[in-house]
């Protein structure tokens, strides 16, 4: 089970939301590079970076501290990134520069002849980000709420060849409220590729919760506001899940 600590980039800072609101925004560290150097220290295997920018925006924002995070710990673990992507142009660029992983949401959703398409021309590197609340799937910085179903759409996406469901449960995401297991279990139990869970990991409970439904296909959890204020101990929290899982 793999812990993946999130690096969340505003204005080139890195942050947390709460639900998504970009007016919600808590500035945790103005060196994402430094922050990023120390969740490596501390036993992190993988980053999660988004550029919440760019997500906004449509397209590539916070290149500059990305890089900055490349420079950093790039080449020892690998990296993965959403926010913003929408063309084969800035794919290759990220992973040019260095990204391992390359997240796509929106355009996911939006476009999904777009994603076949990256899946397609870099095959191994395309993960794919869905966003969810009750169940229906959100884009657009999760700002507007469409009627597809989470599984129906993870199921089309798993077979373009992406490598991975990064999924989000918006209502606990920033909100240190726990994890939603039942709902991250149905989705991975409804694919053959893995899932990696986001949004409310709190504590060592939520570690064990986790865990112990490894099996079942979520091959991670990605952990932001808690590691940042402290409700939950990074190293401590991978250390648990070696232990638990090997």
């Known amino acids: 089970m793999l812990m993946i600590p999130a690096i ?23 060196d994402p590079g430094a922050m990023a150097r120390q969740w490596v220290k501390q036993g992190g295997r993988r980053l999660h970076l988004v550029d919440l920018n760019g997500a906004f ?42 990204i391992s992983y390359v997240i796509i949401g929106t355009a996911a959703v939006k476009s999904p002849g777009f994603l076949h398409e990256a899946c397609d021309a870099f095959p191994g590197h395309i993960m794919v980000g869905l966003d969810a609340k009750d169940g229906k799937v959100a884009v657009d910085g999760w700002s507007k709420l469409t009627g597809h179903d989470v599984v129906d759409l993870a199921r089309r996406f798993e077979d373009y060849g992406v490598e991975a469901v990064v999924y989000t449960d918006i ?10 297991i039942d709902a991250t279990v149905a989705l991975a139990r409804a694919l053959r590729i893995p899932v990696i869970a986001s949004g409310g ?3 060592l409970d939520d570690v064990r919760r ?13 952990t932001g506001r808690a590691i940042y204020e402290g409700t939950l101990d990074f190293a401590a929290a991978q250390a648990l899940a070696d232990e638990l899982n090997g």
Do not use: W
């Not at 969340?8 to 103005?30: I, N, P, W, Y």
């Not at 209502?171 to 939603?180: E, F, I, K, Q």
């Not at 986790?210 to 990605?222: F, P, R, S, T, Y």
């Open 8 to 30: 969340d980039l505003k204005d080139g800072h890195c942050v947390r939301l709460k639900q998504g609101l970009m007016e919600g925004a808590t500035v945790f560290s103005e």
């Open 57 to 98: 925006a449509g397209k590539p924002v916070n290149e500059g501290a990305i890089k900055s995070i490349v420079a950093a710990v790039g080449g020892e673990i690998p990296i993965q990134l959403g926010g913003g992507i929408r063309d084969l142009e800035t794919i290759e660029r990220y992973l040019d520069d260095g």
């Open 171 to 180: 209502g606990r995401d920033g909100m240190l409220s726990g994890v939603n």
């Open 201 to 203: 990991v709190t504590n």
């Open 210 to 222: 986790l865990c112990e439904v490894e099996a079942e296909g979520v091959m991670g959890a990605i």
